[in-house]
């Protein structure tokens, strides 16, 4: 069983800057891929960002280039820069495996670009 907490969010100025964090419970940590998903109001939660076990990562077009995310195994944390933040960027940001389990979603970080 994996357990997930999210932190980090918060309200940013629009070209602002956040560094989300997420802590996973679970001896495995460093053998799943992880991910960064996010949902705004009113729209489906999509995947913005993935990393692998052996660190590849991949990102939905509208955050590349300013959002980066990492992982420390030996802390079980995988994180998410976020830099040059948007208007659109505003949503509940949660971290799961991927491909995502039903059982491990945490309460995720809200997350709030507005001047």
């Known amino acids: 069983q994996v357990q997930l907490v999210e932190s980090g969010g918060g309200l940013v100025q629009p070209g602002g800057s956040l560094r989300l964090s997420c802590a996973a419970s679970?001896?495995?940590?460093?053998?799943?891929?992880m991910g960064w998903f996010r949902q705004a109001p009113g729209k489906q939660r999509e995947l913005v960002a993935t990393i692998t076990s052996g660190i590849t990562t991949r990102y939905v077009d509208s955050v590349k280039g300013r959002f980066t995310i990492s992982r420390d195994n030996a802390k079980n944390t995988v994180y998410l820069r976020m830099n040059s933040l948007k208007p659109e960027d505003t949503a509940i940001y949660y971290c799961?495996?991927?491909?995502?389990?039903?059982?491990?979603w945490g309460q995720g970080t809200q997350v709030t670009v507005s001047s």
């Open positions: 679970g001896s495995i940590f460093k053998l799943y891929t």
């Open positions: 799961n495996t991927v491909p995502s389990h039903s059982d491990y």
